[in-house]
């Protein structure tokens, strides 16, 4: 069985930036160690290019970095619109979309709350009240102008304002990897984008393709159970063993709580939930909606997933797992949980 998530836990330990293994590379961008199997079809040229797509995308889409577009975009808050490619407007376009249907629980401009918490970086801290209050109010997605006249511009409207889309950004790049296999007319592959993976075409001998799903309270590479799914499918999970410091005797994680729901706004989404996991053709798509549905929990997520076309599993702090009908069918348990 070929596991989507198997190599990585290999790969975190080893400290190399590329490593070749039969018929499968890796490479540390996008924040997060990517891996790509292409099985008897690898060859370097594909995977360079592939490689140097993400790279690109990275260029473009990172905010932790000063020479991407989206820096740009970020630096000119409040100031002027900046121009911006036909590819960040189009990542820009669909994170508004899922921002006006979640009711904003997923929010691109979420950019001044990361940095805050600095989850995921060396220096992460429970910040003081006033300091989260002062960034969540600069967090607001209909302050975001998108414009396609003038060749496409983005504004955000206030200053300190800022742009993270660390939510959608993987999706995109494995959508945008996933053409390129198409193009090259490679017939199978496996693109695993840091725990947004891509099962491309069908499995030797039309077998389906088994996809761990994280168990969240493990190290990285144990399943809480297993997905088969038959054909291209894009699997991606979002939760809170990705990015997370403990202080306090607990665990702050990166997924942020923008809803008025819960009264914790501003802090690590907490509403009995490990992790979402979402299944869809589109990446992008998919990784927006787990990052929404997680924010959002479980009711209110399945609806949304649902009437996004998606199948969904939520792993619960209970051990529980529940989720769609089709994702549960997919489903099998491996783990220390349960299906009520
Ligand atoms: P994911 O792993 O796809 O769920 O994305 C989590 C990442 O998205 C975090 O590390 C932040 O960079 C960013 N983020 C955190 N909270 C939110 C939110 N509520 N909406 C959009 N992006 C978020
Ligand atoms: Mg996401």
Redesign the pocket.
């Known amino acids: 069985m070929v596991f989507a998530a198997l190599a990585l836990s290999i790969f975190l330990n080893s400290g190399c930036k590329k490593i070749a293994g039969p018929g499968a590379q890796a490479e540390y961008v996008l924040g997060t160690y990517c891996r790509i199997d292409l099985f008897e079809n690898g060859n370097g040229e594909l995977y360079n290019r592939l490689f140097s797509r993400l790279a690109e995308l990275d260029r473009l889409l990172s905010a932790n970095r000063d020479d991407s577009e989206l820096a740009q975009v970020n630096r000119n808050a409040g100031l002027e619109p900046a121009s911006v490619s036909p590819e960040l407007l189009a990542v820009l376009e669909r994170s508004l979309y899922f921002a006006e249907i979640s009711g904003g ?4 401009t ?1 950019g001044p709350l ?1 940095k805050l918490w600095g ?2 970086t060396e220096t992460p801290r429970i910040p003081p009240e006033e300091e989260i209050r002062v960034a969540l109010d600069l967090v607001n997605w209909r302050d975001l102008e998108i414009t396609r006249q003038n060749g496409g511009t983005a504004f955000l409207k206030r200053r300190g304002m800022a742009l ?1 889309l ?2 959608i950004a ?1 999706g995109y790049a494995a959508d945008e990897l996933a053409e390129i296999l198409r193009k090259a007319g490679i017939p199978r592959a496996i693109i695993d984008l840091g ?1 947004n993976a891509y099962v491309w075409g069908t499995k030797n001998g039309g077998d389906p393709w088994s996809i761990g799903v994280q168990d969240p309270m493990q190290e990285r590479g144990n399943y809480a159970g297993i997905l088969k799914l038959g054909n291209s499918a894009s699997i991606v999970s ?1 939760g809170i063993y ?2 997370y410091f403990t202080e306090n005797g607990r665990r702050w994680h ?3 709580d ?1 809803t008025e729901a819960g009264g914790r706004r501003g802090y690590p989404a907490e509403n009995g939930l490990f992790s979402t996991t979402v299944i869809l053709t589109s990446s992008m798509d998919a ?1 927006a909606l ?2 929404a549905c ?2 959002l929990g479980y009711e209110k997520g399945l609806a949304l997933a649902r009437a996004n076309g998606a199948e969904i599993l939520f792993i619960f702090e209970d051990k529980t797992i529940r989720g769609s009908p089709g994702a549960l069918e997919a489903f099998s348990l491996t783990g220390d949980y349960r299906i009520p």
């Open positions: 629980a997923f929010d691109p979420v990361v989850i995921g993270d660390g939510a993987k725990g979002s990705e990015r990166h997924i942020m923008l990784d787990s990052t997680f924010v």
